[in-house]
């Protein structure tokens, strides 16, 4: 079953199931009640920025609390749909170029 199926902030489908969503939260157990965090990061991001590592791959990232942000990082190549490749909260935004 989809927990969501969004066009994000950068006009990239991204589709998560509850399958791909246990696996991100296994690595990251904190994150298992932040669905919502993760669907309003991709939707309205306060930045997105290209991975220093990979071309294909964009972190965004939304301040959920003062001290917090939700990082969820996509991994896409244009023309095809994405896939959330990890989610984290993070007290930081890595440097890189914005892709926006």
Known sequence: MNLFEI???LGVKIVLDEGRWKILVDKHPDMVDRVEDVRRTL??????????YSPSTYLYYRREHSMLFTCVVVR??????????????TDRIN???DAR
């Open 7 to 9: 066009t994000t902030a």
């Open 43 to 52: 939707l309205a991001p306060d930045t997105v920025r290209f991975s220093k």
């Open 95 to 97: 440097a890189g170029i």
């Open 76 to 89: 896409y190549n244009p023309g095809d749909d994405g896939f959330i490749a990890t989610t984290y909260r």
